[in-house]
Structures are given as structure tokens and as C-alpha cells.
């Protein structure tokens, strides 16, 4: 571990970094591309959605039944004049699907496969679901969705500024265009559960976010009296800076989901278990991805458009330029520069990127605020 | 790094962290104190965890009603609805809606639930009965006054009769006249007209009291068993009392004949003996309340499906030629009567029954007659039966899961911050215990049941808690790498870790608060305990970590920064010390604090 907090040190210190700004563009098109291809396969594959959005039924044994899977499926199909499909679960129990059949229908169903299967109708588990439920539920929750993205953008714009509202946003589209994508192309179907994973995406994808936002907005204070530093810079030592912090929280974050995720999947089948923790986990990859390759150089792309900010750059440019002219050697862009510092205005310099300020010898002002 | 300046003291900013802790303690002892007094030391478990029957229940809308999906018709249908799935001696089972027009119907395991749906989804339980015997039942006359005997002799009622017009005969739910029971004397018979056959009304005094054996065979006076018994249950019935009231009439098939107690008057009630019902309520194509272009007079127009119209018309061409009470029929809805018109004629498609209506009474007894009791017709959405088993199994499931989150997060973060996972353990167990209580104590307040979402939702939770601790301790990290000793660490990076941990947990919970509103079903059960845990989670940090922190850092363990207090600088790679001895006493006074 140690090593790892070395790591961090030196992130801290910006011996060490990646160029998250200057490669943006990669990241950019490395983004741009999964989401075509995301919104391409949901637009041609779909979504395989699950019978709590079709109608239908689904029962679930908890003990073995007499008769093995495929007569299960050929007598479900039967009785219900409809595809069934049947899985084994863990437990040696069945899972019987049936979609598009009414809720009154269903119980017949029931009654039948209780018989067949040799399995009392009160120890069968039967989940019911007209298709308007479903609907309703969807609708909720785009509705849902469409709200918070409203309220959260007005608070970023307020928290912080409408700059890294936009961006945050434009992140959270892009995890849910992500997760969903993923769904469509891999198959997984779509559940109650799914769509509770994906909402919950929503305040994690923007949590990881706020975090560099939060530094970000620390590092740009001052920022046009101080001839150091970009906007970009600063925005990339600002994730560089929080790298630790941003894995550390993906980290946390996953871990128990991950339990979810073994727990659900390997243990109990199909479930609710499974379906949340499926799309959290695909959810919460893209959300810690996005807020440092995504959102943060965005900020920086819409920052450098202000006027005060291109002012900036260019004295900065041509600051460097001149050194670069005296034969000093100025700082470069990379994840150094910041190491030869202290040679003028450190006051200014300080006050702009304190928490990576190493004074030697005087006047060290307070970094942090 | 060297030591602490032991000199300078706790500085501004540090607060009192034993005062804080103490509150958090006093809050803990409080709920856990009042977890065990309220003698629910458990949360109450959802019927996915704990086995039972889950009917969701969405209203539709109907035509020409644009406005009927409003909130005091979801009460009345969660109340109707409650009655009837109490009515089956379950005691437990919880009605309630959720959204706008969604009513969730929970029965726990033990208690029939085909029964039970059937209760529930179904609208109509409503029957018609041919009239055998009635009386009064009033709290002031328990005791039945009238000869029980079919025959003819209708029995007295308590209040006046006949008259409250000439058409006094139905019994809506008002009474103008309370004319309870109807009078053997006098009454012209709720008239009830109609456009089909209009046979005439020729009341026929004779009380032939078997129009048709087979089918009123308590009718006769005979000594049948089955009849005497039934005359044993009228005598004893008595409708003043709520139990015997809502028992009467329960569980019959419809094609018993049945006691059954029915009101017209709060306060005042009259049993009655009914046939076996003849129509029921599903003959019914449409009811509602109208005025009778005529009289001016508010009526109840039924129209009867083409099955329905011919049995109608069976029943009412018999009763007409009966004389009172047998020439009624109740209206008999979940065991109770709700009104008991005479016929004078016989009828068939349309019908309307008359009498003392006003527009309320005759809308009710509409809409009785159209959707069984229910204010609004409602659509069976979602059906789910999880037995005991299957319940247990998912909440073992839940839990092992969480088992398994945690002991993933703790050996993180005992990796990777060492001596400080102390710390944060520990406020993950007062965030777990201050969890658990309140989830125990919502049960009884709010009716809050932990199913398997909410179960997701606190696992997920963890991670968000510890993401709190994360983002402090790499604070406190950072200014250490900075060169400052641990105390004025701890002090420094607390108001930027505070602003991110707000910031972030806001909206978390913004997140959390909009699913609760907007949603319905389980999203809202994972959303609520989401929200839950988030400000637990502020909590916690405020009152319990970082007060906890500051005591800490005044240990030996931690502010020698020993390689395993997860805060030595050497390995966090704190700037060498050369500056070390100027820095310490200016950054001691934190800035902002």
C-alpha cells in the first residue's frame, strides 16, 4: 500500500500525472464511439425487456420439480398458448417466463404447472405483471430522470457554474447511454431492477464528478492574477490530483456491489439482487471513467472559450515564449511542470495551485482553502 | 515526522468532539431504547422477504369521467378494499396507495391469497336477493320484533314508513324518511319502472311464499333444517353489533340463502333473510345516478346485460306478484345489504329504482351497482407471490451480500489507510446501527417495510458512507504530504472535505428524493432507504468521524504517524522535513475553520 501512497504523493505533487487535457481528444473519440455504438445496438438490437415491462408471468420453484426442465417448458408453453422459458435455478428450483399473459390467465397457469410439476400452487412463486405496469413504471422513471437532471443542473450551475453543470451532464447521458448500450448489446434483460441500477448511476456518476469539480473549483480561484498556469492546467492537475481520491471512491463503491453482484448472480439466479447490481456495476465504471476523461476536460474545452480565459492563455503562451527566448527553462505542459516553480510571484502561484506549492524556504501562503 | 507542537493546544476550529460524540451517542442509546420499548426491534419485512401476496391495483380511467382518479376516491376504494381483505381474517394485511392512482395490496403469508385476490381485484361482489324476511336491528331494539317467518307478515319497522313519497320503497344509503324496513301496509313499492315489460303491478296480497320452491325453499315455513337454522342465525343476528355486522352474509355462496344486516340510517340497521341470489352484479352493464326527466326526482338507471336482462326479468316478474317484503330485492354487496327496492312490475334491461334519493346517495348506489363498492375500477397490474421460502432465502441473500460488501470495504480500507480504518469502521458501525434502528422504528410510524430493493439500497449505501471517509482522510493526507503535522491536518482539511462531502451527498439524496417522488413500487423502496443512508451519512461524518478524528489525532498512535496509523509521512511522502520546524507553528492556526 505504501507504494500506492506514493502514488499518491506524487500525484499530489504532480511528479507524476497523465495529460488528461492535452489527450482529450482521444478520450473524446474513445466515448464518441462507444455511444454510437450503444445508441446503434439498442436502435437495431433493442432492449431484451423483461416481462415486468411486456405483461406476463413469471414462477419460480423453490424445490425441485418432478419433471425436468424441457417438459417444464413444453407444458408451460401448453397451458398458456405462449413461449415459455425456462430456467434451472441454483437452488434446483425452476424458473418458468411467459410473457404477454394476463394476470387472470396466469393464475390457470399456476394451477397447472402446480400439477404437472408436481409442486403445491402455495410453494410456487408467481410474479404477475399486466403490461401497463411496466409502462407506468418506465414512465416514471424517465420521468424521474428527466426531473433530477433538471434540479441537478440548476444546483451545479449554482454549486459551481454552468460550465460544469453542462459537463456533468453531458457525463450523465453519456454513463446512461453507456449502461444501456451495454444492455442491449450483451442481452441482459431489462427489470424493475435494472432500471433502479440505472437510476441510482445517476447520483454516483455525478458524485465521482462533483469530487473533481470540487478541486477543480478550489484550483481555478485567482486564476486570471496569476501567469502560470491554463485553465487546463490547472483542470488537469485538478484531476491528477484527485486520481486517488476518484479510484479510491470507484473502489468503495463497487466492492459492495460487486458483493451484490456474486451474491445475486452466483447464488440466487436471476433476481432483483442480480439486476440492480449488474447495472451499477457497468453503470458505476462508466460514471468514474466519464468524470475524469469526460467531464473535466469538457469544462476546460468551455472554459477556454471565455474570453478572460484565451487572454490568459496567450499571455501565459507568450510568457513562456520569452523565457523559452532567455534560454531559461520554462515549465512544460506535462504533469511536471510544476516541479522548478518557485522562481517568481510565488505569492500568486501559491495562491492559484497551493495545494501542490512546494515553497522552498519562505513565504509559503496557505494553499488550501 | 517529528512531534506534535504540544505547546500550542487544540486551536480554534477543533470544536468540541466530545460533545459531539456524546450527541451521537444519546441519539444512538435513544433509538435503540426506543426500538426495544416500541418492541419492534426488528425493521418489518417486505412481502418479497418475508412471504406473502403483493397486488398492485392501478385505477383506470373511464370514459366520460375524466376526473374521477382523485384522492378522496383512492381512500374510499383503500378503505373498501381493506375492509374486504380484513374480512377474511387477515389481520395483517396493509392497504395503501402509492403514486397517483396505484393501490398496493400486501398480505402476508398464512392467509389464503387466492381468496384474497379474488377480494381485491374483483369490483363487484354484488349480488341480487329476493327479499325473505327482514326486521329492524337497531342498536335500541336488539332483539328482532317481527315474526321471523317469510310469510307475508312483513315485520315492523322502527321508525315511520311508507311515505316518503309515494315511491318510498328503496332503501338508497340516505334516508329522508329512514323508512328502514319496508311497511307492510301502505306502501306503494319503489316503483320501478321500465321500458321493457310493464306488467301490472298487481301486489298480490296473497302471499304465496313459494313462487318457485327450488329456489326459495326457506321461503316456506317447513321444518327444514337448513330453514330453521337460518331462523335460529336471523333471531340471534344482531346488526348493531360491527362484528355480527360485517360476519353476516360473508363467506355464503351465492347460492345459499343468507342473513344479512343492512343500513339506511346511520345508527339504525335491518336484518334481513335473502334467497339465493338470482342476479348478480356482473349482470350489470351500467348504473349511475340520474334525474328523472319527469319528477325531477334523483334516480338509479341500471341497464343489465341481455343474460342479465332475462334474469332480471325473472326475478322481478315473480317478486311483483308478491306481497311485502317479498316483493323486494336486496342489493346485496360483500354481505351487506345496501338497498332493498320492491319491484311492482317486472322488469328487464333498463331499470331505475326510485325513491328518497339525493344526488350523493343515488351516485353511490350507481356506482355500487357498476363497479361493486369501488369508487373507480381498478386493473389488476401486478400480481407477485413469494412463499416463506423463497422469502427467506432472498433476505439471506440480501444479507450475505451485505456481509460480503462490507468485508470487501473493511479490508480496503485496512489496506489502504490502516490505523484510519479504525476510524472509519467504527462510523460505519454507528451509521449501521443508527440505520437499523430507525428502519425498526419507521415500521410501526410510517408503515415503512424493508424489501429486497431497500436491502440494495443500504448495501449500496455503504459505499457512498465510506466515499465520505475517503474524501476526508485524502484530505487530511494532503496536508500532511504538505508538511503539516496531524492535528492542524485534521482541523485544515475538514472544511474543504465537509463542502465536498455536502456537495456530493446532496446529490445523492437530490437523486434519492426525486426517484421517492416520481416512482412507484420497488424503485421507491430503494430510493427511500437511499435517501436514508445519505443523511445518516451526514450525519455520521459531522457528529461522529470527524470529532472522532480529532481525538484521535491527539493519540500517541496517530500523531507519531507510526507506519501503521495509514497517516505516516514518510509514506505518504510528506515533504522532507527541512521546513518542518518553521512550518509547524504557522500552520497550526488553520485558516479557515
Known amino acids: ?264 448472480g452466483g447464488v440466487l439466479g436471476a433476481g432483483m439482487l442480480n439486476d440492480i447490481s449488474l447495472s451499477l456495476f457497468v453503470g458505476l465504471a462508466a460514471g468514474a471513467y466519464s468524470s475524469i476523461f469526460i467531464a473535466t476536460p469538457l469544462v476546460a474545452d468551455l472554459k477556454e472559450r471565455e474570453p478572460q480565459m484565451k487572454a490568459l492563455k496567450k499571455r501565459i503562451l507568450a510568457k513562456r515564449a520569452a523565457a523559452a527566448a532567455r534560454g531559461e527553462s520554462p515549465e512544460d505542459d506535462g504533469p511536471g511542470y510544476r516541479n522548478d516553480t518557485v522562481t517568481e510571484d510565488a505569492e500568486t502561484a501559491g495562491a492559484v495551485v497551493g495545494q501542490r506549492q512546494q515553497p522552498r524556504g519562505h513565504g509559503r501562503t496557505p494553499g488550501k482553502r | 515526522m517529528a512531534a506534535p507542537k504540544k505547546g500550542r493546544g487544540p486551536s480554534g476550529g477543533q470544536g468540541r468532539p466530545g460533545r459531539a460524540l456524546v450527541i451521537i451517542l444519546i441519539a444512538m442509546v435513544a433509538l435503540a431504547g426506543g426500538m426495544f420499548l416500541s418492541g419492534h426491534t426488528t425493521p418489518r419485512l417486505g412481502i418479497d422477504l418475508a412471504g406473502g401476496t403483493s397486488i398492485t391495483l392501478k385505477a383506470k380511467n373511464q370514459p366520460g369521467k375524466p376526473n374521477a382518479i382523485n384522492p378522496t376516491n383512492m381512500d374510499t376504494a383503500v378503505g373498501i378494499i381493506e375492509r374486504r381483505v380484513n374480512g377474511l381474517g387477515v389481520s395483517e394485511a396493509e392497504v395503501q396507495t ?168 346511520p345508527g339504525s340497521y335491518e336484518k334481513y333473510i335473502l334467497g339465493p341470489a338470482e342476479v348478480s352484479g356482473g349482470d350489470v352493464d351500467d348504473a349511475q345516478g340520474a334525474i328523472d326527466q319527469q319528477t325531477g326526482e334523483w334516480i338509479v338507471s341500471m341497464e343489465f346485460s341481455s343474460a342479465g336482462a332475462k334474469k332480471f326479468q325473472t326475478i322481478t ?137 431497500a436491502v440494495c439500497g443500504a448495501i449500496v449505501a455503504i459505499g457512498i458512507t465510506a466515499d465520505s471517509f475517503i474524501v476526508y482522510f485524502e484530505r487530511v493526507r494532503d496536508e500532511i504530504r504538505e508538511g503539516r503535522t496531524l492535528r492542524p491536518a485534521i482541523e485544515r482539511a475538514w472544511p474543504r472535505a465537509r463542502r465536498t462531502i455536502l456537495v456530493s451527498d446532496f446529490v445523492s439524496f437530490l437523486a434519492a428524493a426525486v426517484l421517492f417522488l416520481v416512482t412507484v413500487g420497488k424503485v421507491q423502496g430503494f430510493a427511500f432507504t437511499l435517501g436514508l443512508t445519505t443523511l445518516l451519512d451526514v450525519v455520521v461524518v459531522f457528529f461522529f468521524t470527524k470529532p472522532l478524528m480529532t481525538l484521535m489525532g491527539r493519540t500517541k498512535f496517530f500523531s507519531q504517524g507510526g507506519s501503521w496509523s495509514g497517516l505516516d509521512p514518510k509514506r505518504l511522502g510528506a515533504q522532507p522535513p527541512l521546513r518542518r520546524s518553521r512550518r509547524v507553528s504557522a500552520s497550526t492556526e488553520p485558516k479557515e475553520a
Open chain 1, 1 to 264: 500500500m505504501s507504494r500506492l501512497g506514493n502514488l499518491g504523493a506524487r500525484l499530489y505533487r504532480g511528479e507524476v500525472g497523465y495529460d488528461f487535457i492535452r489527450n482529450r481528444k482521444i478520450w473524446y473519440g474513445v466515448s464518441i464511439l462507444i455511444t454510437i455504438t450503444a445508441i446503434v445496438a439498442v436502435a437495431v438490437g433493442g432492449l431484451n425487456m423483461g416481462i415486468e415491462f411486456k405483461g406476463g408471468a413469471v414462477f419460480t420453484t423453490d424445490t425441485k420439480a418432478k419433471i425436468s426442465t424441457a417438459q417444464a417448458t413444453d407444458v408451460a408453453t401448453e397451458a398458456s398458448g405462449h413461449m415459455a422459458i425456462v430456467q434451472e435455478l441454483g437452488n434446483g428450483g425452476l424458473r418458468i417466463q411467459i410473457t404477454e399473459v394476463g394476470t387472470a390467465k396466469a393464475n390457470e397457469i399456476k394451477e397447472t404447472l402446480s400439477d404437472e410439476l408436481g409442486i403445491p400452487a402455495e410453494e410456487i412463486n408467481a410474479d404477475l405483471v399486466g403490461p401497463s405496469w411496466g409502462e407506468q413504471i418506465a414512465n416514471k422513471a424517465w420521468t424521474g430522470l428527466g426531473v433530477f437532471m433538471v434540479l441537478v443542473v440548476v444546483y451545479l450551475a449554482i454549486a459551481f457554474e454552468w460550465r460544469m453543470a453542462v459537463a456533468a451532464l453531458i457525463a450523465l447521458i453519456h454513463d446512461i447511454t453507456i449502461t444501456v448500450g451495454v444492455y442491449a448489446l450483451v442481452g441482459f434483460e431489462v427489470t424493475p431492477g435494472t432500471v433502479i441500477g440505472l437510476l441510482t448511476i445517476l447520483g454516483y456518476s455525478l458524485y465521482d464528478t462533483v469530487v473533481v469539480f470540487d478541486s477543480l473549483k478550489e484550483g481555478q480561484k485567482d486564476i486570471t492574477k496569476q501567469t502560470r498556469y491554463t485553465y487546463s492546467e490547472i483542470a488537469n492537475r485538478s484531476i491528477n490530483s484527485t486520481l486517488v481520491r476518484s479510484i479510491n471512491t470507484t473502489v468503495v463503491a463497487l466492492l459492495p456491489v460487486a458483493g451484490l453482484l456474486f451474491i445475486g
Open chain 2, 98 to 265: 402509492q403514486g397517483s392512482d396505484n393501490i398496493i395490496v400486501n398480505i402476508p403469508k398464512g392467509t389464503n391469497s387466492e381468496q384474497a385476490r379474488e377480494q381485491v381485484g374483483t369490483t363487484a361482489q354484488l349480488y341480487f336477493r329476493p327479499v325473505l324476511t327482514v326486521a329492524a336491528s337497531g342498536p335500541e331494539q336488539p332483539a328482532p320484533s317481527g315474526s321471523p317467518t317469510p310469510s307475508g307478515s312483513a315485520t315492523p319497522k322502527p321508525g315511520e314508513s311508507a311515505t316518503s313519497d309515494d315511491k318510498d320503497k328503496d332503501k338508497g344509503e340516505e334516508a329522508t324518511g329512514e323508512e328502514a324496513t319496508p311497511s307492510p301496509s301502505a306502501t306503494t313499492q319503489g316503483r320501478a319502472v321500465s321500458e321493457g315489460l310493464k306488467k301490472a303491478p298487481t301486489p298480490t296480497p296473497t302471499n304465496s311464499a313459494e313462487p318457485k320452491p327450488s329456489d326459495s325453499p326457506e321461503a316456506s315455513p317447513s321444518a327444514d333444517p337448513a330453514t330453521a337454522k337460518l331462523q335460529e342465525e336471523f333471531t340471534k343476528l344482531n346488526c348493531a353489533d360491527p362484528e355480527q355486522r360485517a360476519a353476516a352474509g360473508k363467506d355464503a355462496l351465492p347460492t345459499d340463502s343468507i342473513v344479512a344486516c343492512g343500513s339506511n340510517v
Open chain 2, 317 to 453: 316478474s315473480r317478486l311483483s306478484q308478491q306481497q311485502p317484503p317479498m316483493n323486494q330485492f336486496a342489493i346485496v354487496l360483500d354481505g351487506e345489504v345496501v338497498s332493498a327496492p320492491s319491484v311492482r312490475t317486472a322488469l328487464s334491461k333498463n331499470a331505475q329504482i326510485s325513491g328518497s334519493f339525493d344526488q350523493q346517495s343515488a351516485e353511490d348506489l350507481g356506482n355500487i351497482l357498476s363497479y361493486g363498492a369501488l369508487p373507480l375500477t381498478f386493473e389488476e397490474v401486478s400480481v407477485t407471490t413469494v412463499t416463506a421460502a423463497l422469502g427467506s432465502e432472498q433476505l439471506k441473500g440480501g444479507l450475505i451480500a451485505g456481509g460480503i460488501g462490507l468485508a470487501l470495504v473493511v479490508i480496503y480500507l485496512v489496506a489502504y489507510y490502516r490505523g484510519l480504518a479504525f476510524i472509519a469502521l467504527l462510523s460505519l458501525l454507528v451509521s449501521g446501527i443508527l440505520t437499523y434502528t430507525i428502519m425498526s422504528l419507521l415500521g410501526p410510524a410510517i408503515g415503512f417495510a424493508l424489501n429486497l430493493p
